[in-house]
């Protein structure tokens, strides 16, 4: 039998999961865990990248490894861990920072929309750096592939170009990595401002997400507020006017596996109303076992901090490994043993 492949992800812990964290990342990563050989990494280092409150980034950063358990993913097949417990993430950053042109930064999208959003003075060389961070994240573990949204691409891009400049420079290191990109649901989109992504971060208002821990009463009322479009007529569709009602069809097409033809007759003769209610039903049935097992997960004193200990040493190994490599081929004067 052939090695399974590596596959390394992460949600950072910037906020409460949405389902859109759920639909484009953790469902895939939890349907084909038993494939490969999988990292999934609590990113801290990178929620510190805007203004962010110290006091809450423990809890969201054990809250983020409960839910991805939660979910269904399972340590007999993968090693679930915080980024900031294997220091080597930020050493390699470093490294990968020093081949990395500040072009290819300037053109990454999403520093162009956090940035945007910040004060000059308040934006960090950290949120630039950002995308190194992430190169480092999946170039540690010598991943083949990296499932993620589709707002991640740019990034998986990056990462290859950096893998490609620091192998071509100092040798053969690096395994090129790629991105895995679900078919349905890989931009789910604010319920609020649908021409907009769903984001955990960004925005104040109430109606714009829905979270992985909402009540069933919250969901089912945040859906019924979901902008769509006075044309009364439920079909997926590219044209941004129609932006609303696609994503209710992309989240119930995402969630209940159909293909686009079926989920279009299921709808047919019905009404926004009718649609809006049977989104959020879909919805709280997926969350429903998710949130009994995170109720469970966490009234289990430890547990949490435990599994993290145990993924963070397994993680060490490869880590420690691919440093090393890296600053022999680099040139360093490696201490004696
Ligand atoms: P932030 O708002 O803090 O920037 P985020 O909600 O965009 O965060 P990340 O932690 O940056 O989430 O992303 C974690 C994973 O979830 C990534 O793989 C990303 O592509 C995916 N993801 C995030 N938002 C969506 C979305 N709206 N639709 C599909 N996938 C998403
Ligand atoms: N930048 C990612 C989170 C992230 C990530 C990674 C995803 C950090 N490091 C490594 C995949 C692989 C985001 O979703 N904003």
Not at 67 to 84: E, I, K, N, R
Not at 249 to 260: D, W
Not at 265 to 286: D, R
């Amino acid at each position: 039998m052939t090695n399974p492949k590596r596959v390394f992800s992460g949600v950072q812990p910037s906020g409460n999961l949405t389902i859109g964290n759920y639909i484009g990342a953790i469902r895939q990563w939890v349907e084909r865990q038993q494939e490969f050989d999988a990292c999934y990494c609590v990113v801290d280092a990178h929620a510190i990248t805007v203004p962010y409150e110290p006091q809450t980034l423990q809890t969201k950063t054990r809250e983020v490894a409960a839910l991805y358990l939660a979910a269904g993913l399972s340590t007999d097949y993968a090693t679930v861990f915080v980024q900031s417990h294997v220091p080597q993430h930020t050493e390699l950053a470093w490294y990968l920072t020093c081949i990395t042109s500040l072009g290819w930064l300037n053109r990454m999208t999403q520093f162009k929309d956090k940035s945007a959003r910040l004060e000059t003075e308040m934006i960090g060389a950290g949120l630039l750096n950002y995308p190194v961070l992430m190169a480092a994240d999946i170039l540690l573990y010598q991943t083949e592939l990296v499932p993620v949204g589709d707002d991640q691409r740019q990034h998986i891009e990056l990462a290859r170009d950096i893998a490609q400049r620091f192998n071509a420079t100092f040798g053969e290191t690096f395994t090129i990595p790629a991105a895995m990109i679900p078919l349905e649901g890989a931009r789910v989109m604010g319920l609020d401002t649908p021409t907009t992504k769903m984001s955990k971060s960004t925005t104040d208002s109430q109606y714009h997400a829905v979270y992985l821990l909402d009540e069933p009463d919250t969901v089912l009322k945040k859906f019924k507020r979901a902008v769509t479009d006075s044309l009364a007529d439920i079909r997926f569709s590219a044209d941004p006017e129609r932006a609303g009602v696609n994503n209710l069809l992309t989240i119930f097409q995402a969630l209940t596996h159909q293909n686009a033809e079926g989920v279009e007759a299921h709808f047919a003769g019905k009404g926004y109303g009718h649609l809006k209610t049977e989104v959020a039903e879909v919805v709280i049935e997926t969350l429903r076992p998710i949130q009994q097992h995170y109720a469970e997960l966490m009234a289990e004193g430890g547990y949490i901090d435990r599994v993290l200990a145990e993924g963070a040493a397994k993680a060490q190994v490869i880590a420690t490994q691919t440093v090393a490599d890296v600053k022999g081929r680099m040139g360093f004067l490696l201490p004696a043993l």
